[in-house]
């Protein structure tokens, strides 16, 4: 299990997660690692316990990994191996949740990718909705965004098999469209917005302008202090950082004279009054562990996505911030883990 040290960080309890999410909505909106961000909260919010990183070794099936789930080494991203894990990670949260899924072995098209995922226990309630690829992509499903009982009647399909075929969709919108009329049809009260690891607005206005568009309509449908921008997580190859957010501050430094007055994502979250959840800062200050290998590489399951244990420290962290400070969390040591920052 990974193991950050120093710092002490005090988790919560199952308990104070669903006092803290009680009566409230809250939105993973992006990419993959808002998916396992979502997937972990799920999972300690339904069976109150986090997910192990025991489980993340091939045929583990964790719910951290869709590369546990058997899909062939040299391409994992097949079909079956998809519709297995959308399959097993549906189930294991005990039929609270309503999975909009469906991928093709190729990825990420409109017509080549459906998910989305939505969890209500009691009074509490958590989702995910895919937005990927680039600033104009369009999040999309088979089943409206509604009510959670609305949409379990609704649904035609089951986990891994709800194909998304070119016109075919119930419904597809912009990202700024879905922040406007999706948020309030599902109730959320509190968004978490990722731009990928997949693109930057960086030196590219159309896209600045599509997110600061997105951002603007977020805030004003769940109000302020409730929308939230989270930072690319770091990508990691050969104890080397390959893309990251810290991209737009390296070429800010150079002080390119083409990129004078340039805006990225968080200067349209500043714009907008949309807080930031910087989990780039949070990974990148993890120091060097005794075993002579980069703490930062150690909390990482493959070289985009970060181990369950890791999401755990993540997901404390973002619960302190959008619970308020501080949250009603358990003091038990046994509760208790370091981090290092």
């Known amino acids: 299990m990974y193991t950050p040290a120093d710092c002490e960080l005090v988790r919560p309890t199952v308990a104070t997660v669903r006092q ?149 969709t119930a419904w597809s919108m912009l990202p700024y469209q879905f922040m406007e009329s999706a948020l309030p049809a599902l109730g959320v009260t509190d968004v978490i917005m990722n731009s990928g690891q997949h693109y930057t607005t960086l030196g590219k206005p159309d896209r600045q302008r599509a997110v600061k568009r997105m951002f603007a309509a977020a805030a004003a449908s769940v109000g302020p202090k409730r929308a939230w921008f989270r930072t690319t997580t770091p990508r990691f190859k050969n104890a080397a950082v390959q893309m990251s957010n810290l991209f737009g501050d390296k070429l800010r430094s150079k002080g390119w004279a083409a990129l004078q007055d340039v805006e990225d994502e968080m200067d349209a979250a500043d714009a907008h009054g949309v807080g930031v959840l910087d989990m780039f800062e949070v990974i990148m200050r993890m120091k060097h562990s005794s075993l002579n290998i980069s703490e930062q590489e150690g909390a990482f399951v493959d070289e985009v996505h970060v181990k369950c244990s890791v999401n755990r420290e993540l997901l404390s962290l973002i619960l302190a911030a959008i619970c308020g400070a501080p949250p009603p969390i358990s003091h038990d040591v046994a509760q208790v883990t370091r981090l290092k920052l």
């Open 20 to 168: 803290c999410l009680s009566g409230r909505h809250l939105l993973f909106f992006g990419d993959s690692m808002q998916r396992y961000l979502y997937l972990t909260l799920s999972n300690f919010l339904v069976n109150g316990e986090w997910p192990r990183d025991e489980q993340l070794r091939p045929g583990g099936e964790s719910p951290c990994s869709e590369r546990t789930w058997g899909q062939d080494a040299s391409t994992p991203d097949t079909a079956a191996g998809w519709e297995r894990y959308f399959k097993g990670t549906s189930a294991a949260l005990r039929g609270h949740e309503i999975c909009d899924c469906w991928r093709s072995e190729k990825c990420c098209k409109e017509t080549e990718l459906t998910e989305n995922r939505y969890t209500q226990v009691g009074n509490a309630a958590i989702s995910f909705v895919t937005q990927l690829a680039s600033a104009e992509w369009p999040p999309h499903g088979t089943v409206p965004p509604g009510p959670h009982r609305q949409m379990r009647n609704a649904i035609a399909c089951k986990a891994g098999s709800c194909r998304n075929r070119t016109g075919g």
